[in-house]
């Protein structure tokens, strides 16, 4: 029970590390929604205001 | 980060103004409308909350009646919080935030009032109602009846279309992390909720309490974590107006804690009957859980860098950043105290509610009054006092820092009792002052709950408020986000990671699933075979009336004061027993483990203590047991101990059948080592050498069986010694007695009304030291004094010396003649050796199958009167009948003359 959890997680975890490391666009890819969530609370927030972006 | 920024900017500017179309609409009155449900919902369960812990202190306060009796005000307050507060607030915040991730509204605005009006009206209000009428699921964060959690699984299925939809319709590739939070909790959660209420009622005892262990964490973990994550995720970025710190982080800390939560549940159940590979799966999730807390926390903590000012002055991004700390630090405890070591000494204490709290109201709450009050300053028309809110927060932080302190430190302190042989009342006394302080700390809880709630009331409106810029102020280290867009479609379309999202969500159902196979099917199979082995064959089912005691003792919250399961661990063994197997809970529907000790384990109540001390207990436990705080339950009984209503009858014929099985089986008899099995024992063994190779022949909580090896102890010769020794022996006679031998000693204490036999009055008699030694080890077997051996010898030995002192003066020298003792010997021959013995050693041929026993009056010598008051009407409750009918008042007079003769060392006397 212990080895099977403890390897399925350390095997997902070094996967993912590894993809990151590797692979310049993933980094872009997986940061890119902290950008569109501000840009888009922006636009709320303009609305409100009654001002335009 | 910003690097990452600038080059996605210019490439993406265009593909941006195509996708920014018209802004989705929000649904600022339901918003509204589960503000205000939280708010109600939240004052009226933390109300249910004081009531509790009030009754701590003060047991009778507002406790005439089933309604408000502690265990129902205790389901309610958990449930209150759960689906009330906590439900209402995240749907708020569901309603603010799905239409800004999603760029799309919530589905239909119809079926989110349906929505509103299911989750209060058909989930909370009755759910509270029936919980209090006696309708209730004796179950962990599972207490609202099945019914209702029909109503809760439709209120699930109905936040998928509203708010999930959304998402499914929108890229999930440009998802941000509070949305998949939002999607993982209400899809596991529905998928989890119905396992957790249901599979209990199905599958009995310890395989049961392996579902209601997942489900435990489950509501912490895919209910409460991710929906307060959420909004952490979001009300820092959008107050602080600069991105987190890492996605990447964040999204591998959203699948770390999907994956590792569900494997938690066992943790809550650690030395216990569950197959051992569960156990210590559970205990290695819990250790892979703090470490994915610390990433996400870091993460959090990282996106403030350099926002200490924010933090400061925005109360709302205050409150959220307090939340942030308390999930670190609970959540660290929490993966501690699933540890063997700390857990076999804080399991079922104080310390797990100080947990709880710390949890319940320092993350999540916190977390989720943040999220209200920020979106709260930004919904039109409203109105927001920033003053209050910061009364509010610091109301909150000092009346929780206080109660988690207070309830860890009571923790400690019960731990360090339980550990010791000392008698359980001692652990209630000892936390006594602490039980007091918790019921002040929810004081100011309520207070900045109330002063929270009134900030939203009182103050500016929002159109005021933003045009002074008061609430909400930008900060000067602003990214340039406005430049940076969604990623380009080229990094979109390049294949594979298009479907990443749905290779890590099946990965997520996939662990999801895991944690039911390895904690609940497996180990249920395994069960299943060993109980097949072991369990004897004439095991005996609870009859009908023990069934509804049953259902009865679990409306009343019985199992949240008394575990019914003996773990493998000297202390618990030593106390109360050997430890529970499997096969003894195997017609236990729902299993009543319970995770929560205020008073004993019940396990082995099976021919514990007499019906007439169980009743007037039950009636009002301080009637027998004076700092007792369990709850009293008049509602069972027709006015007096004496008179149970059906329902007492059945709740004792239920207490009184625990531990029958085993009793009668024999199993304790046959060798415990040789087919017992398994790795739970292999473990105690192990790690608690004296747990299960020490036979728990008398545990502390037994009475009965009768120890030769009782001391006889003395009180002391000096006459200085002695009175210190009376003296706190009236104390400790107090304290332990009184109830039922009344303040004097006279057997007339306020329980005594309703024990049958009565107290023995005990300035009727004199007792020889040996007697008074051997009732306070062994108790007396057929009446409800109970043993008193787990107190220290010198508290026993003042207590010798207390009742000592009891006894009258010597009377003037008897005036008895030979002739009236010859004709008492001859009487007493005739007609009271067949119990009492020839001697009167209370050894006659009958005297075995008598209890009480007969007396030996040898040892006891009592007043002329209280030797003719016997005679004249019999001991009611004993074999000893009135002779009024049979002898004359010569005799009678011949035999009381007698009797009291006897008293002394059998040898002198025997001539007589």
Known sequence: MINLIVIAISAIM???????????????????????????????????????? | MTTVAQNLSAQNKRSNTQREGALPSIEYDLIRAHVFASLVTLVISVLFGILVATKFTFPEFVGGHGWLTWGRLRYNHTQGIFFGWLGNAFLAFFYYVVPRLASRPVLSRRLGWLLFVIWNFAVVLPGWVLVAAGFSQPLEWAEFPLVVDAFVVVAFILMVFEFVLPFLKARLSDLYVSGWYIIGGIIFTMLAYPVGNLVPELVPGARGAAFSGLWIHDAVGLFVTPFAAAIAYYVIPATTRRPIFSHFLSMVGFWLLFFTYPLNGTHHYVYSAIPMAAQKGAIVASAYLGMAVILVVTNWLLSLRGSSGTVSKDVPLRFVWFGVISYLLVSLQGSVQALMPVNRFIHFTDWVIGHSHLAMIGFASFIALGGIAHLWQRIPGTRYNERLMNWSFWLLAAGLTLMVADLTIAGLVEAQVWQSSAPWIDSVRAVGSYWLVRTLSGLPILAGFVLFWTSLVTGPRLSEAIASGTSREASENVVAFENVSPVSDKLNSTGWLSYAHVVAFGAGVGFFALSFLVLAILPGRELEDEIKQVAPV????????????????????????????????????????????????????????????????????????????????????????????????????????????????????????????????????????????????????????????????????????????????????????????????????????????????????????????????????????????????????????????????????????????????VAAPSTQDSTNLNVGKFLFAANCASCHGDAGEGNGPAAGALAPSPTNFHLKKPTQERAWDVLENGVPGTAMPPWRSQLTADERRALVEFVRSLYGPSQENSGQ
């Open chain 2, 538 to 809: 004439t095991m005996p089912t609870l009859t009908a009336s023990e069934q509804r005691g049953r259902v009865i003792y679990g409306r009343e919250g019985c199992a949240y004061c008394h575990t019914q399961q003996i773990r493998s661990l000297a202390a618990d063994v030593r106390r109360f027993g050997a430890p529970t197997e499997p096969w003894e809970t195997k017609y236990d529907y729902p299993q009543l483990w319970g995770t929560r000790r205020i008073g004993p384990d019940l396990s082995r109540e099976f021919n514990l203590r007499p019906r007439d001390w169980q009743f007037t207990h039950l009636y009002n436990p301080r009637l027998v047991v004076r700092d007792s705080v369990m709850p009293p339950y008049p509602w069972l009984f027709d006015g007096s101990p004496n008179q149970p209503t059906q329902e007492g009858l059945d709740v004792l014929a239920y207490i009184q059948s625990l531990g029958r099985a085993r009793e009668l089986s024999g199993f304790d008899r046959q060798t415990l080592a040789s087919t017992v099995r398994s790795d739970t024992s292999e473990m105690a063994m192990t790690s608690e050498p004296s747990a299960r190779a020490t036979p728990p022949a008398i545990p502390i909580a037994m009475m009965g069986g009768y120890s030769l090896s009782a001391p006889v102890l003395h009180p002391a010769s000096d006459p200085d010694d002695l009175e210190e020794e009376v003296s706190r022996g009236g104390l400790l006679f107090a304290g332990n007695c009184a109830s039922c031998h009344g303040p004097a000693g006279r057997g007339d204490g306020k329980a005594s009304a309703s024990l049958l036999p009565r107290p023995a009055n005990l300035a009727a008699a004199r007792f020889s030291d040996e007697r008074l030694s051997s009732v306070l080890w062994n108790g007396v077997a057929g009446s409800a004094m109970p043993p008193w051996r787990q107190l220290p010898t010198e508290d026993l030995r003042a207590l010798v010396a207390y009742v000592d002192s009891l006894h009258l003066p």
């Open chain 1, 14 to 53: 070094f996967a993912v590390l590894l993809v990151w490391w590797r692979w310049p666009a993933f980094r872009v890819w997986i940061e890119a929604p902290k950008y569109s969530m501000l840009r888009q609370e922006r636009r709320f927030d303009d609305q409100q205001t009654g001002s335009s972006s």
